[in-house]
């Protein structure tokens, strides 16, 4: 029989994988408030732990489509990449040694930030067949450092930061930087996962039923996004407003244990 948790982890999975088949980005950051406060994840930092593990592989099934579709830029991703494993190492390191509801008041601010990041209109301008020189290799692997420090002290995918850090460094429309933004979260993910591996913080049973969900969730989200395509900024709009709302129950629920410790 199934139990209730292992229910409810497919549930949450797969309204991440939803989210981001429906919007294209940001959907990774609800992972760990879900693994908390949906599936019962007591430790926050073996939600973090997991939540890193599934956006990772999330993240790795959505890069093959849009390989294969040549939106994806591998001389900007990689050092992109790269910079961001270093980074990504860093945070998870110092994300394991704060205590757990401090980081997920954090954390809330955190999602108020990329709910602000959603409301921003992005320019879909650049030159998808930039020369990257030296120069702009080093600018990639700086803004992947910085995106990936804060990617693997939250655990969150951090396609928010990564998108514009790519465009930003590179040049690249919106499109190739999102394609290539997939390998980056990827790797950010696997590294902050093995970090809290190492440590015992991730529960492998729960990360693969999210995995699961995640998948059915993405191609479900991906159907619904052809179809409603003209109100695409109305939905960004939606789900920015579920980020707030999500951060302000956060802020609700360790305001309340801190007062009342």
């Given at each position: 029989?199934?139990s209730?948790?292992?229910?409810?982890a497919?549930?949450?999975?797969g309204?991440?994988?939803f989210?981001?088949?429906?919007?294209?980005?940001?959907?990774?950051?609800?992972?760990?408030?879900?693994?908390?406060?949906?599936?019962?994840?007591?430790?926050?930092?073996?939600?973090?732990?997991?939540?890193?593990?599934?956006?990772a592989?999330?993240a790795f099934?959505n890069l093959?489509?849009?390989?294969?579709?040549?939106?994806?830029?591998?001389?900007?991703?990689?050092?992109?990449?790269?910079?961001?494993?270093?980074?990504?190492?860093?945070?998870s390191?110092l994300?394991?040694?704060?205590?757990?509801?401090s980081?997920?008041?954090?954390?809330?601010l955190?999602m108020f930030?990329?709910?602000v990041?959603?409301?921003?209109q992005?320019s879909?301008?650049g030159?998808?067949?930039?020369?990257?020189?030296?120069?702009?290799?080093?600018?990639?692997?700086?803004?992947?450092?910085?995106?990936?420090t804060l990617?693997g002290?939250f655990?969150?995918?951090?396609?928010?930061l990564?998108?514009?850090?790519?465009?930003l460094?590179?040049?690249?429309?919106?499109?190739?930087?999102i394609?290539?933004?997939?390998?980056a979260?990827g790797?950010f993910?696997?590294?902050?996962?093995?970090?809290?591996?190492?440590?015992g913080?991730?529960?492998?049973?729960i990360?693969?039923?999210?995995?699961l969900?995640?998948?059915?969730?993405?191609?479900l989200?991906?159907?619904?996004?052809?179809r409603?395509?003209?109100?695409?900024r109305t939905?960004t709009?939606?789900f920015?407003?579920?980020?707030?709302?999500g951060a302000?129950y956060m802020?609700?629920?360790t305001?309340?244990?801190?007062f009342?410790?």
């Amino acid at each position: 029989m199934i139990s209730l948790q292992t229910i409810l982890a497919l549930l949450s999975g797969g309204g991440v994988g939803f989210s981001l088949g429906l919007i294209g980005g940001g959907g990774s950051i609800l992972a760990v408030p879900l693994l908390i406060y949906a599936v019962g994840v007591a430790d926050p930092h073996i939600a973090i732990g997991t939540g890193a593990f599934a956006v990772a592989i999330n993240a790795f099934v959505n890069l093959f489509g849009h390989w294969r579709a040549g939106t994806v830029r591998w001389r900007c991703a990689i050092p992109f990449a790269a910079g961001g494993a270093f980074g990504a190492a860093i945070g998870s390191t110092l994300g394991k040694l704060i205590d757990g509801q401090s980081l997920i008041f954090l954390f809330a601010l955190v999602m108020f930030g990329a709910g602000v990041a959603m409301l921003r209109q992005r320019s879909g301008a650049g030159n998808p067949d930039v020369c990257v020189t030296p120069v702009i290799t080093a600018k990639l692997a700086v803004f992947g450092m910085l995106a990936g420090t804060l990617s693997g002290f939250f655990g969150i995918g951090g396609g928010f930061l990564v998108v514009p850090g790519i465009m930003l460094g590179s040049g690249l429309p919106l499109l190739n930087a999102i394609g290539s933004s997939l390998f980056a979260v990827g790797v950010f993910g696997l590294t902050t996962a093995g970090n809290y591996a190492l440590a015992g913080l991730v529960d492998w049973g729960i990360a693969l039923e999210f995995i699961l969900g995640g998948a059915l969730g993405g191609f479900l989200g991906m159907k619904a996004a052809i179809r409603l395509a003209p109100q695409k900024r109305t939905l960004t709009y939606i789900f920015a407003c579920v980020l707030f709302g999500g951060a302000a129950y956060m802020l609700l629920r360790t305001g309340a244990q801190f007062f009342s410790a």
